[in-house]
């Protein structure tokens, strides 16, 4: 069993900073590629960033130059630093990890946390 819990939501102003969290914890042995993913009310869920695990990353077009992903594979938890925050980047934020156990390998998802930018 792998649960996924995020932290790090809250109200923030347009042009602010926020720190997401996201950290792994259960029975398994590796954490391949961890993503984050954001869905606003009414909308579908859409990829934000991804970071493998050596580390190279991706981002989707709205985020670039704005938000950084990292990880830090002894801690099992994955990051994202979003900065610059604009009025459509209020969501919930998910993050999501490709990890295996000793039987499988499966895409786990955290609960979320929610992200507020208003004035």
């Known amino acids: 069993q792998v649960q996924l819990v995020e932290s790090g939501g809250g109200l923030v102003q347009p042009g602010g900073s926020l720190r997401l969290s996201c950290t792994a914890s259960g029975n398994f042995y590796s954490i391949y590629t961890m993503g984050w993913y954001r869905q606003a009310p009414g909308m579908q869920r859409e990829w934000v960033a991804l970071?493998?695990?050596?580390?190279?990353?991706n981002y989707a077009e709205p985020v670039k130059g704005r938000f950084t992903i990292s990880r830090d594979n002894a801690k099992n938890t994955v990051y994202l630093q979003m900065n610059s925050l604009k009025a459509e980047d209020p969501a919930v934020y998910y993050c999501?990890?490709?990890?295996?156990?000793?039987?499988?390998?499966?895409?786990?998802w955290g609960q979320g946390t929610q992200v507020t930018v208003s004035s």
């Open positions: 999501k990890a490709d990890v295996a156990d000793w039987v499988t390998r499966d895409d786990y």
């Open positions: 970071i493998t695990s050596s580390g190279n990353t």
